[in-house]
């Protein structure tokens, strides 16, 4: 059985991320979509609302597992027998980080390979830090994020206001 992993901040879920692990679901037998625990990263939501709100999401892909871990990716990785990495590529600008992240994982963990997903044209420009500003500026998100997000930041902000 070939498992991959999909970790990644998603502070908040967008349709860019829903568009690539629905696409890695029906590539690999199993994908666990991985909430990175990130201290060094502020963040809007915090780590157990955005699990709750990707479990939403996916509850209707069979083989996608939803998970939180601390620590380095290649740890949470090897302990639980997946040799696969999933990464979303949208642009050339997301090119070089990816790329030095996916070089320092295989040093790290020489049986890891990194497998990008080239964004769709209709979802390469969303990106969660977008979102939230728009949301916060009181503009419509319903095109950028699955139904439950939009729900969860238009009650966020509006209680802020
Ligand atoms: P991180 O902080 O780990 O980069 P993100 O939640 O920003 O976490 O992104 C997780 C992964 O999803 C990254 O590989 C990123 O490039 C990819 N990604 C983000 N937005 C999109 C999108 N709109 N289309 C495709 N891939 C995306």
């Not at 901040?9 to 568009?19: A, K, N, V, W, Y």
């Not at 642009?91 to 997903?117: H, P, R, W």
């Amino acid at each position: 059985m070939l498992k991959a992993i999909y970790p990644g901040s998603f502070d908040p879920m967008t349709l860019g991320h829903l568009d690539i692990i629905k696409r890695a679901s029906s590539v690999f037998d199993f994908v666990i979509m991985a909430v990175v625990a990130n201290p060094s990263k502020t963040s809007l939501l915090s780590v157990a609302q955005r699990e709750e709100l990707i479990k939403l999401v996916v509850s209707d892909i069979p083989n996608v597992q939803v998970d939180t871990f601390n620590g380095l990716t290649v740890d949470y990785a090897k302990s639980n027998s997946i040799k696969v990495l999933i990464r979303g590529l949208r642009a050339i600008s997301d090119f070089e980080a990816e790329l030095g992240m996916a070089q320092t994982n295989k040093e790290l963990y020489g049986e890891l390979e990194t497998v990008f997903f080239m964004s769709q044209a209709q979802y390469s420009f969303i990106s969660s830090t977008q979102v939230k500003e728009i949301a916060r500026l009181g503009g419509n998100i319903s095109k950028f994020v699955p139904k439950p997000v939009g729900n969860f930041l238009l009650n966020h902000f509006n209680k802020l206001n």
